[in-house]
C-alpha cells in the first residue's frame, strides 16, 4: 500500500464513523478458510467505530447435517417448504453454527451475542403449496439488536424466527438481512458469498434499486445471488443507502469493497452514486491534487492553484461517492465563438470505466449551451481518444484563438490540434 491508497481510505472514515453496517454471511462462507480474514475485516471496522450486526445463513450447514443424519430435506435455504424433519435438522445446524460463529469472534477480541430478535408468522399456502414451518417476516425487534449495540456487543442474528405461540420457524437470511438493515436504519447492507456476483454480472457493477430488480428479469444469475440482488434493491427502496454483494474470495474482500470507489463485488444503490457536476470553490484542493501528479508527468498543461481558482467556473467534475475522481475545462473565446476543452483527466484507478466519454459529453454540451460554434482541444497524449469522439487533428493553427496560439507557442509541448463542430 502506498500512501495515496492511506489517504483513499481515511477520506472516507469520518463518513462511516457512528454509522451502522448489516454483514450477512452465506453459511458456506462461514465454514470455508476466508472466513478468517472476513472476521479480522470486522474488527477493523469495529475498531473505526462502525457499528456492526452480523446475519449469517446456514444453508451449506444444513445440508450436510440432512447428509449426515440421513435425512431428505424439503428445503435448505428457506424459501420452500419446512417439514418438521428439515426443521429438526435446520434449528441444530443454525444453533451449532451460530455458537461456532460468536466463538470465531471471541479470537478477535469482538463481544457477541445471539439475538433471537425475528418475529415470523408462518408463509402459509404459497402456489397452492403448503410451506409448512417456513416462515414470513413479520417485524425485528430493533430495540433488543441497538441495546446489544449501545453496550459494544455485536449481535449474531441467525436465521430462525418465531411466532406469537412461540413456534420456531425456517426463515430466508437474505431476507432476514434486508429486514434487520431496514429496521435499525443500517447506511450499509453487505452480503457475502463463496460465489463471485462480477462473474454473472459483468456489464455493470453499480444498481439503482430500479435496474436491479430489471436486471433479476433476465433470468441469468444464479438463484442464491439473484435472491441477494432483489432483497437488496428493495432494502434500498426502503431506506438503506447501500448494499454490497462481495465475494469473499478476492483478497481484503470487505474493506476492498468499501474503502474504494469502484470496489471489488457490486452495489446498488438508492441516490445518486455517481454524477457530474460543475465545479465550485470547495472542490479547488481536491482538484489540485487530482491533476497534480499528472502535471508533473507532462500529460496536462501545469496549473497552479490560483489559475484554477481563478477558472474554477469553467470546470466540470465527475464524483464517484462524493468523492471527485476526474475532470474536464472548458474555456470560452467569445470573440471566435470557440470553446476548449481542456484538462481532461481521470484518476488512476478509474479508468475504462466510461468516464472520460462521459465527462467528454459533458463538455461539448456545455460548449453548446455557451454558443460556441467550435470545440477545440490540444493534445500531447489523448489525441486518439478524441478522435474516437467525433475531433478531427488540424495542421493549421491559424484556426487557433489568437490569444491560445500565443500560449501553445510559449509553453513548447508542441501539442496536436484537434477540433469538432459544437454539433456535430
Known amino acids: 500500500m502506498n500512501f495515496s491508497d492511506l489517504r483513499a481510505i481515511l477520506q472516507y472514515v469520518p463518513h462511516f464513523r457512528g454509522s451502522t ?43 450436510s447435517l440432512g447428509k449426515k443424519r440421513d435425512v431428505e430435506l424439503s428445503n435448505v435455504d428457506g424459501t420452500g417448504i419446512t417439514d418438521e424433519s428439515t426443521l429438526e435438522v435446520s434449528i441444530d445446524a443454525i444453533s451449532r453454527l451460530s455458537s461456532s460463529v460468536m466463538q470465531s469472534l471471541t479470537t478477535v477480541k469482538l463481544k457477541a451475542a445471539t439475538a433471537n430478535a425475528i418475529h415470523a408468522h408462518p408463509a ?41 405461540d412461540g413456534q420456531t420457524l425456517r426463515v430466508n437470511s437474505d431476507a ?6 431496514t429496521a435499525l436504519g443500517a447506511a450499509k447492507m453487505l452480503f457475502i458469498s463463496t460465489e463471485n456476483p462480477r462473474i ?28 441477494k440482488l432483489n432483497h437488496g434493491a428493495h432494502a434500498t427502496r426502503d431506506g438503506v443507502t447501500r448494499v454490497h454483494m462481495i465475494g469473499s474470495r478476492s483478497d481484503d474482500a470487505l474493506l476492498a469493497e468499501l474503502f474504494s470507489n469502484e470496489g471489488v463485488g457490486v452495489m446498488i444503490y438508492s ?46 467534475v465527475m464524483e464517484v461517492d462524493g468523492n471527485v475522481v476526474g475532470c474536464v475545462a472548458v474555456h470560452f473565446y467569445p470573440e471566435e465563438t470557440q470553446a476548449e476543452l481542456a484538462c481532461l483527466f481521470v ?14 459529453s459533458a463538455a461539448i454540451q456545455h460548449s453548446e449551451n455557451l454558443k460556441a460554434e467550435q470545440i477545440f482541444a490540444l493534445s500531447t497524449q489523448a489525441a486518439g481518444f478524441l478522435e474516437r469522439e467525433g475531433f478531427k487533428r488540424i495542421d493549421n493553427l491559424g484556426q487557433l484563438p489568437r490569444s491560445r496560439r500565443k500560449k501553445w507557442e510559449e509553453n513548447g509541448r508542441n501539442a496536436l490540434l484537434l477540433i469538432r463542430t459544437a454539433s456535430a
Open 271 to 316: 441516490d445518486d452514486y455517481r454524477q457530474i457536476r460543475k465545479a465550485t470553490r470547495s472542490d479547488v484542493d481536491e482538484l489540485y491534487l487530482l491533476i497534480h501528479r499528472a502535471m508533473e508527468e507532462d500529460q496536462l498543461v501545469t496549473r497552479t492553484r490560483a489559475e484554477i481558482i481563478s477558472q474554477i467556473d469553467d470546470y466540470i
Open 124 to 164: 402459509g399456502i404459497i402456489r397452492g403449496i403448503d410451506a409448512g414451518l417456513t416462515g414470513t417476516i413479520d417485524r425485528i425487534d430493533a430495540g433488543v439488536l441497538q441495546s446489544f449495540i449501545d453496550q459494544d456487543i455485536l449481535p449474531v442474528v441467525p436465521p430462525l424466527g418465531f411466532d406469537a
Open 21 to 63: 453496517f448489516v454483514v450477512a454471511l452465506d453459511g458456506a462462507v462461514v465454514d470455508s478458510p476466508d472466513f478468517s480474514n472476513i472476521l479480522l475485516d470486522l474488527a477493523v471496522l469495529r475498531s473505526l467505530n462502525i457499528k456492526v450486526v452480523l446475519v449469517h445463513g446456514a444453508a451449506f450447514q444444513i445440508e
Open 176 to 181: 432476514v438481512a434486508r429486514e434487520v438493515a
Open 347 to 360: 484518476k488512476k484507478g478509474h479508468t475504462d470505466q466510461g468516464y472520460g466519454r462521459a465527462l467528454v
Open 200 to 227: 454473472h454480472i459483468t456489464e455493470e457493477r453499480q444498481f439503482s434499486s430500479e435496474s436491479a430488480l430489471t436486471f433479476i428479469k433476465s433470468g441469468s444469475l444464479p438463484p442464491g445471488l439473484a435472491s
